[in-house]
């Protein structure tokens, strides 16, 4: 099994910045594709950026791209999610997951391991 926790989260005025960490236990975190995912108010849940194990390759959604970075550390078994130029519409609960299929997938339900979620606020 591997326990996936976030922290990081909080309010924040639009154009600032925040950086949300996910602490990966119970088998390494190196073996794992891991992902971030995000759930507005009233919406589905979806999909941020992914990594691959070793931290090389990176994919992100079009609303994020070039204001996130995702990276990871594996010595310390932990994810992060540099989160820039916010903006109101980034308000949501923040998750990170993890899987082991071999690919950079978007789709929430490709992912086995989910973390409790971490509340993002962008205020205007």
């Known amino acids: 099994q591997v326990q996936l926790v976030e922290s990081g989260g909080g309010l924040v005025q639009a154009g600032g910045s925040l950086r949300l960490s996910c602490a990966v236990s119970g088998r390494p975190g190196s073996r794992y594709f891991m992902g971030w995912f995000r759930q507005p108010p009233g919406k589905e849940r979806e999909y941020v950026a992914a990594?691959?194990?070793?931290?090389?390759?990176?994919a992100y959604a079009d609303s994020v791209k070039g204001r996130f970075t995702i990276s990871r550390d594996n010595a310390k078994n932990t994810v992060y999610l540099q989160m820039n130029s916010l903006k109101p519409e980034d308000t949501a609960v923040y998750y990170c997951?993890?899987?082991?299929?071999?690919?950079?997938?978007?789709?929430?339900?490709?992912?086995?391991?989910w973390g409790q979620g971490t509340q993002v606020t962008v205020s205007s």
């Open positions: 997951a993890a899987q082991s299929r071999g690919y950079l997938y978007s789709n929430p339900s490709s992912y086995d391991y």
């Open positions: 990594i691959t194990p070793t931290g090389g390759i990176t």
